[in-house]
Nanobody, 120 residues
């Protein structure tokens, strides 16, 4: 069994910063890409940032220059550092990882989501 557990969401003022963390655990053989998606009320889930096992990153245009994704392959963790937060960043943020299990099955896994609210 594999699970992703997120932490770090909360309420922050516009212009503030937050750091989201996600840890994968269980019967993991390897992890390919990891990333963060978000879903605001009434909107579809959208990609925020992703990072490959080799460290190549991709960002949504709306967060470029403000958010930074990083990972620790040894610890199976991925972080999202969010600076200069705006009200439109308010959403539930989900961690995702493409995981190959020790039984040979590979599939994407998702965390339970963590709420980020940007408001004065």
């Amino acid at each position: 069994q594999v699970q992703l557990v997120e932490s770090g969401g909360g309420l922050v003022h516009p212009g503030g910063s937050l750091r989201l963390s996600c840890a994968a655990s269980g019967s993991i053989f390897s992890i390919d890409a990891m990333g963060w998606y978000r879903q605001a009320p009434g909107n579809e889930r959208e990609l925020v940032a992703s990072i490959t096992s080799g460290g190549r990153t991709t960002y949504a245009d709306s967060v470029k220059g403000r958010f930074t994704i990083s990972r620790d392959n040894a610890k199976n963790t991925v972080d999202l550092r969010m600076n200069s937060l705006k009200p439109e960043d308010t959403a539930v943020y989900y961690c995702t990882a493409e995981i190959l299990r020790t039984d040979g099955y590979g599939m994407p896994y998702w965390g339970q989501g963590t709420l980020v609210t940007v408001s004065s």
